[in-house]
C-alpha cells in the first residue's frame, strides 16, 4: 500500500522561504500528478498546485503563481513544495495528495485518495 | 476560479439520515468528491465520481448530483461519522487543471 510521508514541522521568518518533501513509498509514483493542499488553523482546504513527476510539469493556483514552486525527484520518489516571501496569513498545515489514477486518466481526478501526514509550517517573528 | 459553497455546520440525531450539499458553476461540469476530516488528521476519501466508495468507506455514505449541487448522505449516521466534510471538484474557469474545495461543513451527530 502506498504511503506519502512528509517532512518535519518548520518555523519560518516573515520573508524567508520554505521547502517540504513527500516522499512515496510502496507503490508507483512517477505517473501520477501530486497535489499540494494546505489548511490554515481553524479553516478549510486550499488547492495550490500539483506536478507531474514523470513529465516535470507543474501547474499552480492562481493565489500562489510566482511564489510557490511544485518540483519532484523521479528517482527518490520525492515531490517538494518550495514557498518563499511568507507572511504569517501562510501558518497552515500542508499537505501531499495522491489521486485514483495515473495523469493521463481524467477520471479519477481530483480524488485524492492517498495523502500525507501534513506538515505543520509556522510563520512567525 | 471556481467556488464551492457549504453550509457551515449540520447536525443530526443519531441513526437518522442527513445530507450535505455543495454547490457550485464547476459542478455543471465535473462531478464532486467528499472528503471526511476529523481533528489532527488528513481528510480521507469517502465519495467520488457519479456515486463510488473507496475500499473500506461504509455503504452508509452515498453522493448525487443534480445541476450545480452535489451532495453526500449519510444514511444511519454513527458517532464516529461527526467530523468536518469537504467537497471539490475540477475548477471550471480558467484553469481547468486546477482544483477547488468548498468550505467544509462540521457534521455534529446528537
Known amino acids: 500500500q502506498v504511503q506519502l510521508v512528509q517532512s518535519g514541522a518548520e518555523v519560518k521568518k516573515p520573508g524567508s522561504s520554505v521547502k517540504v518533501s513527500c516522499k512515496a513509498s510502496?507503490?508507483?509514483?512517477?505517473?501520477?500528478?501530486i497535489s499540494w493542499v494546505r489548511q490554515a488553523p481553524g479553516q478549510g482546504l486550499e488547492w495550490m498546485g500539483r506536478i507531474i513527476p514523470i513529465l516535470g510539469i507543474a501547474n499552480y493556483a492562481q493565489k500562489f503563481q510566482g511564489r510557490v514552486t511544485i518540483t519532484a525527484d523521479k528517482s527518490t520518489s520525492t515531490a517538494y513544495m518550495e514557498l518563499s516571501s511568507l507572511r504569517s496569513e501562510d501558518t497552515a498545515v500542508y499537505y501531499c495528495a495522491r489521486p485514483l489514477t495515473y495523469y493521463y486518466d481524467s477520471s479519477g481526478y481530483p480524488n485524492f485518495d492517498i495523502w500525507g501526514q501534513g506538515t505543520m509550517v509556522t510563520v512567525s517573528s | 476560479s471556481s467556488e464551492l459553497t457549504q453550509d457551515p455546520a449540520v447536525s443530526v440525531a443519531l441513526g437518522q439520515t442527513v445530507r450535505i450539499t455543495c454547490q457550485g458553476d464547476s459542478l455543471r461540469s465535473y462531478y464532486a468528491s467528499w472528503y471526511q476530516q476529523k481533528p489532527g488528521q488528513a481528510p480521507v476519501l469517502v465519495i467520488y465520481?457519479?456515486?463510488n466508495r473507496p475500499s473500506g468507506i461504509p455503504d452508509r455514505f452515498s453522493g448525487s448530483s443534480s445541476g450545480n449541487t452535489a451532495s453526500l448522505t449519510i444514511t444511519g449516521a454513527q458517532a464516529e461519522d461527526e467530523a468536518d466534510y469537504y467537497c471539490n471538484s475540477r475548477d471550471s474557469s480558467g484553469n481547468h487543471l486546477g482544483v477547488v474545495f468548498g468550505g467544509g461543513t462540521k457534521l455534529t451527530v446528537l
Open positions: 465520481g457519479k456515486n
Open positions: 510502496g507503490g508507483t509514483f512517477s505517473s501520477y500528478a
